[in-house]
Every structure is written in structure tokens, then in C-alpha cells.
């Protein structure tokens, strides 16, 4: 509790810009330090490796040969297979750094599935089938293993950074907007503990992509000041809001008002809001937009416990149409949905905005995956996955907090880089001089002696077990079968 206090404290210490960021990041280590349990200098050691070595990770075996880490191959397999990591405790520790505030000083969010592929691990439990594109227009594939799904702070400008707060293996029996709502929630939960959200600040503006049902979302998330904006795709159909009944109508009044599909423009009505802004990246871009527009819901899947009668959720429906995409011929439009029901226009702007600034997640899942090796290790255990998985999280916030202390070393090839628009990949290549001024808590290694192992010329007795891949979940009640005609 006393490192947790000091932390928080740490963000208002005083001293010049290069002093308190070293004694943040001190902090932090200590934090990280106090989130490890069994085994927890073998691990602290992987976490300094990881954010040292210059090169990328092609496996756990060589962060053994790393200065930074003073153990072998076989206690750093034996650490992140069988050691401990408090996530609780590293999550609040990740949450209390304070996210880069916009101009208009909200807080954007950002939330996304990434996909640790195992497609050959038959031991490995917990296993899905994850969508994953391959080279080509629709050659999508479906391969087996553990998505995970992640909620990072978007930062303003164009950057390769984001923050990364959350990440959560979805398990066969989780539905995946559930748990991206019970994620968003802890997250603004604890940025208001740290102090990062007030009473009375603007809401946290939560970007995600197609795939989500955001209606869903929004209902779940309707006690927080958030505002959900997404995707949608541009085959749905949204309604508008009921007008007057005429006096004397007689039946049960309608629920839902005129029918706009997405792709039949003869259904769409004056927009309330247009907008025209010049962009450097995508020429003009013209945002039209409609308020109060919901979605028909109907009861079955999500929906089908629902208590009472189906809600109502009005949104706003922006279509977003730029000159140019980079990497695509024809710039097709976009269409999103905002939970704000009545939205003027320069929340319409910012609505738009803030989307296209969410593919920013996707340099920090590359990085993740081919500089830090996230999804390299052969591991077995879905345990050991999700910790591996937060010591990448604390390797990666380790770096985010020596941005601005890290020199530029560059490679003969590259160009300067001005002072505070580091990548996280000229960050890592500069952190092993910072280390050296920081504090080290974990213990030098014991003098020790590997195990026989199992005798030469031997058989496994124990083979694994074998799993199955996919949603194996089973339902208390079969679905009712519909009748057929005897034929």
C-alpha cells in the first residue's frame, strides 16, 4: 500500500522535467516489482530484458543472454511457466500513469481484439478460432487461439504511441462485449482513483472498430460519462425516432420511426449537421450526420434475458466521406454511430476524428508482436499466457515513461527524429543507458545446479490431454426445434 501511495504521489514531484521523470519511472519499477509473487526477481529480470535488448525477441531463450538478466533459459521458462504475477495490482499500477490529454482535454480510449495464433498447440486449453486476414481482398481465415482483448489511451497528432491500460484472454464461454464492457468500466474506474477523471471533466470518448455491437455497449455503459463511437457496417438499417401520433389513432403505438438503411441513399433523410475540413492525409473530408437514430432490437442472443420491455438507444449516424485512403484506391465511405443522441457539429468532428486516430492500436500490436516477441513463446498453459502477456504491458509502459529521456540512436539509414516524437522502437534502443541510473530491486541469483531431467532413452508415461478448439460451452436448455411438415 505504501509503494501504491508513493506512486501516485510521484506524478506531482517536484524537480525538473529529466529528475521527475527518472523518479516516475522508479516508482513504476518498484510498483512492478511489488506485482510479482513467486519467482519475482526471475520475472522482473524478463521485464528488463525485454525492454533492453535492441533487437526483436524470436523466443524466451534469448532473454537469458541479456545483461539485464542474470538467470538461464531454464529459470526464465520456469518462471513465466510456474511464477506469479498480481495483475490486479500491475493494472492499477499501469492505470495510475497519466494518459496524454487532447486539446480539448478529454480522455480517448481505444479498444480492440488482437490474436495470439496457436494453430498447432493441441495441448494448449481455452483455444478459439480467430478471424485473421491473409494477403489479398476476402482471403479471410479462420485459425486457432487466444484472442485477447485490449484497451489502450489514444494520444493527439499522429504517433506510433498509444497506452496500453487493459488486456483480457476471452475464454470459450465469454462474450466478447460483455467483457469489453466490464473492461472499459475497471479502466474509467480506476482513472477516476488515480485522479485522471473529475467530476465535472468532459466525457472519455471510446473508439472501436466494426465487429462490436455498440448498442450493447452503450446500454452497458450507461452510468459512465463515456462516449461510445464506432463502426458500423454499411449494410445495417437504423430508425429514426417516433413522430407525433395523430389524436384519434386507434392499435399500439410504434416504437420506432422511418426506416434509413446504410447502403439505399433513397431512405436517407436531410442531414442535420454537415461538416467540410481539409486534411493533410485525407484531403477533404465531409462528415454529414443524422441525431437520434436507434437500431431494432430483437430478442434473442444478447437480448434475449432482457428484463421487461427491449430499450430504445438513440445514437448519432455520421457518414464520413474522404478524397483518399492511404493504401486503397477508392475511398469508400465510412459510417459510424456515437452514443450522444443529439450531437452538434463540432462533436460530430470530434467524433470522427477520434475514430481515425483508433488504428493507432495497431502500431502498438505490431510492435508488441515484432519487436517485444508477445506472441512468440510456445507456451502451453493459458495462465502463462496472460502472464507473459502483462510483463510485455510493463516492458512497454517502462518505455512510455522514458520517452522523453531516451537519446536518439539512430541507425546510419535512418533520419533525425525530433526531440519528443521517439517511436517506441528508438525509445528500447536508447533504455539500456537509462537503466543504469535506476534502481534494481531484484536479488543477484543463488548458485544452483539443473536437475537430472528425465532419464536418457526414456518415454513420456504422461502424454497431455488433448483440447478442442472453439466454443465449447453448453447450453442448460436446448433450443426448441421448429416443426417440419411430414413430408
Not at 492499477?92 to 496524454?100: D, E, F, L, Y
Not at 430508425?239 to 395523430?246: A, L, M, N
Not at 512497454?396 to 521517439?422: E, K, N, S
Request: glycine share 8%; hydrophobic share 40%.
Amino acid at each position: 500500500m505504501a509503494v501504491a501511495v508513493a506512486f501516485i504521489m510521484s506524478w506531482q514531484a517536484s524537480g525538473d522535467g529529466a529528475d521527475r521523470g527518472m523518479a516516475r519511472l522508479a516508482v513504476f519499477r518498484g510498483e512492478l516489482y511489488c506485482s510479482l509473487e513467486t519467482r519475482r526477481d526471475v520475472l522482473f529480470e524478463v521485464a528488463d530484458a525485454l525492454a533492453c535488448r535492441p533487437e526483436r525477441v524470436h523466443m524466451l531463450a534469448e532473454l537469458c543472454l541479456e545483461p539485464e538478466c542474470r538467470r538461464g533459459h531454464g529459470g526464465v521458462y520456469d518462471a513465466v511457466n510456474c511464477g506469479e504475477v498480481r495483475i490486479g495490482r500491475l493494472r492499477r499500477a499501469v492505470s495510475g500513469i497519466p494518459p496524454r490529454r487532447w486539446e480539448d482535454g478529454r480522455i480517448r480510449l481505444a479498444c480492440d481484439v488482437s490474436n495470439w495464433l496457436r494453430p498447432d498447440a493441441e495441448t494448449s486449453p481455452d483455444r478459439l478460432f480467430c478471424h485473421t486476414y491473409a494477403r489479398g481482398k476476402g482471403n479471410a481465415q479462420m485459425i486457432p487461439g487466444w484472442p485477447y482483448s485490449w484497451v489502450v489511451a489514444l494520444e493527439p497528432g499522429r504517433t506510433s504511441w498509444t497506452l496500453p491500460l487493459d488486456a483480457v484472454r476471452l475464454g470459450p464461454a465469454d462474450d466478447a462485449t460483455e467483457v469489453t464492457a466490464a473492461q472499459v468500466r475497471d479502466v474509467i474506474t480506476r482513472l477516476i482513483t488515480a485522479g485522471h477523471w473529475r467530476e465535472g471533466d468532459p466525457e472519455v470518448i471510446v473508439v472501436l472498430d466494426s465487429g462490436y455491437d455498440l448498442t450493447r455497449l452503450a446500454w452497458l455503459l450507461r452510468d459512465l460519462p463515456v462516449d461510445v463511437t464506432g463502426r458500423l457496417r454499411s449494410d445495417r438499417v437504423m430508425y429514426s425516432p417516433v413522430p407525433p401520433r395523430v389524436p384519434g389513432a386507434n392499435g399500439r403505438p410504434p416504437r420506432h420511426g422511418a426506416r434509413l438503411g446504410l447502403s439505399e441513399p433513397g431512405t436517407w433523410p436531410e442531414p442535420a449537421v454537415t461538416t467540410v475540413t481539409e486534411t493533410s492525409r485525407y484531403g477533404t473530408a465531409k462528415a454529414t450526420a443524422w441525431p437520434r437514430l436507434h437500431q431494432q432490437l430483437a430478442r434473442r442472443a444478447a437480448w434475449e434475458h432482457h428484463q421487461g420491455e427491449l430499450p430504445v438507444i438513440d445514437g448519432t449516424l455520421i457518414r464520413l466521406q474522404v478524397d483518399r485512403l492511404p493504401g486503397c484506391r477508392d475511398a469508400e465511405p465510412l459510417w459510424l454511430w456515437s452514443s450522444r443522441a443529439a450531437a452538434a457539429a463540432e462533436e460530430v468532428k470530434r467524433a470522427w476524428q477520434a475514430f481515425l486516430r483508433r488504428f493507432d492500436i495497431e502500431h502498438t500490436f505490431r510492435f508488441l508482436k515484432q519487436q517485444l516477441g508477445w506472441t512468440r513463446p510456445k507456451l502451453r498453459d493459458p495462465a502463462a499466457a496472460d502472464r507473459w502477456t502483462w510483463l510485455v504491458i510493463a516492458a512497454y509502459a517502462q518505455l512510455w515513461l522514458a520517452r522523453d529521456l531516451a537519446a536518439d540512436i539512430r541507425l546510419p539509414w535512418q533520419q533525425p527524429c525530433a526531440p519528443g516524437r521517439l517511436t517506441p522502437s528508438r525509445v528500447r534502443r536508447g533504455f539500456r543507458r537509462i537503466r543504469q541510473d535506476l534502481p534494481v530491486p531484484a536479488s543477484a541469483p543463488k548458485p544452483s545446479r539443473p536437475g537430472p531431467g528425465r532419464p536418457a532413452g526414456s518415454k513420456n508415461q504422461r502424454p497431455a490431454t488433448r483440447h478442442d478448439v472453439g466454443k465449447t460451452v453448453k447450453r442448460e436448455e436446448p433450443k426448441k426445434e421448429t416443426r417440419r411438415q411430414a413430408g
